[in-house]
Each structure stands twice: as C-alpha cells, then as structure tokens.
C-alpha cells in the first residue's frame, strides 16, 4: 500500500475512532510499525492527528466534544487502571462529588461495594450506582446534558453550594500544564469549578490521551489538584513538572 493509501486510510479510521494504534494500523495496511509512525509523525506535522503513546487520536478542534459513546470505548485499560487507583484513596465513610465523564463512571464502577456517600453529577453514574448496596447515594438537580447525561445549570450549582464532601473527583475532558483542567463545555466547567469549590480534597483523573491538551473552557490550574492519577502514557517530563509544583501524581499501572 503506497504512503498516501496509508495516511488516507489512517484518517478514515480516526473519522470512527477516538484512538488508533501503530498495531493495528500495521496489521490493516501490510507495512512495518516503523513505516506507520513515520506516517503518523507526517499527518501529525499537518494537524490532522495528535501523536500519543503508541498509535494517534483525532486533533479535535478545541470546541468539538467526541461522543460520550465513542469516548467509553476509548483508552479503557487506562481508565479503569486510573478508576482502580482513585477507589484505593478513598476511605470508608467518606462523602464524595462524582464528576460526569467515563473516567468517573469506571470510578463509580468500583464504588459499588464500598460504605460511602456519593453525589454523582451524571445520569450515567446515578444509574449505576442506584442498587449498590452500602453507597448512600445524593442526586442533586440539573438539567442533563443530550447524549452526555452530565447534570448542569442552576439547581445542581444550588445543590452543590449545600454541601460539603470530603472529595471532588474530576474527569477532565483535557489536561496540560499551561491551560489547566478544561473542558468542552461552559456549563459543564462550571459545575466541575464549584465541585472543587466545595471539597476538601480533589482528584484529577486524566488518562494518557488527554495530556497536553487543551478544552474550550477552562475549569482551573493543573496545580489545583491534589492527587492527579494517570497512567504511564503520560508525558513524563510533564508529570514530574507537575509534581514540582507540588502535586501528588499517581501513575497506575495498566493490567497486560
């Protein structure tokens, strides 16, 4: 297959996923993994793509939200690794604002079982936490975003105004160390902007895919947090710049 087969097919699969890999692209077009980052590194240069940890995602523009679908099926050995961590920092008896995003929903995943007070922020969480059997479980008001189901407005900010949790989860829709926690929604930023407002304590939880990355609306400084948990695709320059600033980075390590 000749190399502008090869950069036209990479782009049509980027059209359908959230994430491609150098494997997989290898296999599908007959040409060494060499061959296909070399193409990778050229439709980077051009804007078409944005390098990551073994293969590439779509360079979305910074106002464009991927669907909620196509993003729970993207990086999910990270999230659920990075979901494993967060749960481990949590201690029994604790009160807890879980953000929207499928980071968190993995995070609410792992919650089921544990004795702990839960306001989550999305319908998604809400529902898969309704039968857990020792979560006490706090819905506030909202409206839900279409297809997101992440709650937003003035009655979840009035909810949120409340309380007081012990910890904020947050799952960005991007994060890097000069445009902060961002998100693809001004709503959305707000509600996660008053979820920190009103913790204790705050986790970030940004995968690999989401570093030095940059959402429409901004949410607050990379160094706000207190723990960041990622995995080891992270950019490790930038995690030990983080840590510099004096934040704790959990890097968890992905299950083979």
Known sequence: MRGTERHRLIVERLRDAAQVTVAELAAETGASEMTVRRDLDVLAAHGVL????????????????????????????????IARAAVELIRDGETIVLDSGTTALEVARRLHDRAVTVMPLS?????????????????PGGEPRPGELALVGPLVLASLRQLRFDVAVI???AFSLDAGVTAYDLPDAEVKQQALAV???SFVLADGA???????????????AD?????????????AALADRGVLVHVSPMEP
């Open 171 to 173: 799952s960005p829709c």
């Open 227 to 239: 723990v960041v948990v990622t995995d080891p695709t992270a950019p490790e320059d930038q995690r």
């Open 210 to 224: 989401k570093w030095d990355r940059a959402a429409l609306a901004h949410v607050c400084p990379a160094d706000r």
């Open 199 to 201: 913790a204790h304590r």
């Open 123 to 139: 319908l998604h969480v809400v529902t898969e936490l309704l039968d857990a059997p020792r979560v006490r479980l706090l819905i």
């Open 50 to 81: 944005r390098r990551v940890h073994g293969g590439a995602v779509p360079a979305m523009p910074a106002g464009v939200e991927p669907p909620f679908a196509a993003r729970a099926v993207s990086s999910t050995s990270a999230k659920q690794a």
